[in-house]
């Protein structure tokens, strides 16, 4: 897996300097190229409007407006399947073999993500995710705008949630078991 990019939001700044978005001297302080405001609107369905706003915020630091839109999921489905969208944020599934969301088609990916998902050994799963990551970073088909960190208290008796891969107990039931006689 590739190591997360750091929060730097100087640098942040710096590399949008680099690409001709200077600081505005207006009341705003939103960037600006060529007379033109950095400014896009976010498509968010309604569970995921704290994390929207979140991001929201981290955008105004570097100077970029995003404007949230909140909708309704079958709404926000309906954007997403016809690529109308500056940028949508969505409930992921690690392995869901329909990540082609938005127009973003590859074979091999999906191949990756259907072996990865019937994968019957760790390492086999590790194998599969490992092959995904080099495509992913060259196709670049999403970015996450933040960490989404769950934790998940679970009985000691609960057996196969050793491994990072398959750690969600609701999505991975099927694979567990619980040991018996011991309380």
Do not use: C
Not at 11 to 18: G, M, S, V
Not at 42 to 53: H, K, P, R
Not at 148 to 165: E, G, M, N, T
């Amino acid at each position: 897996m590739p190591a997360p990019l750091p929060y730097d939001p100087e640098k942040a700044k710096k590399l949008l300097e680099a690409e001709g978005w200077v600081e505005a001297n207006n009341d705003d302080g939103m960037r600006e190229k060529n007379g033109r405001k950095f400014r896009f609107a976010l498509f968010v369905s309604e569970d995921l409007m704290t994390a929207a706003v979140y991001v929201q915020d981290q955008f105004r630091k570097v100077g970029i407006k995003m404007e949230i839109v909140p909708m309704e999921l079958r709404f926000h489905v309906a954007r997403q399947d016809e690529g109308k969208f500056d940028a949508i944020m969505r409930s992921f599934q690690q392995f869901d073999p329909y990540w082609d969301f938005g127009g973003y088609d590859n074979p091999e990916l999906k191949q990756l993500l259907y072996d990865a998902l019937l994968s019957v050994t760790y390492d086999e799963l590790d194998s599969n995710t490992r092959k995904m990551w080099p495509i992913l970073q060259k196709d670049l088909p999403w970015l996450f705008l933040y960490p989404d960190v769950k934790f998940h208290i679970v009985h000691k008796r609960i057996r196969r949630l050793k491994s990072p891969y398959r750690a969600h107990p609701s999505q991975f039931i099927q694979h567990l078991w619980i040991e018996e006689g011991k309380w």
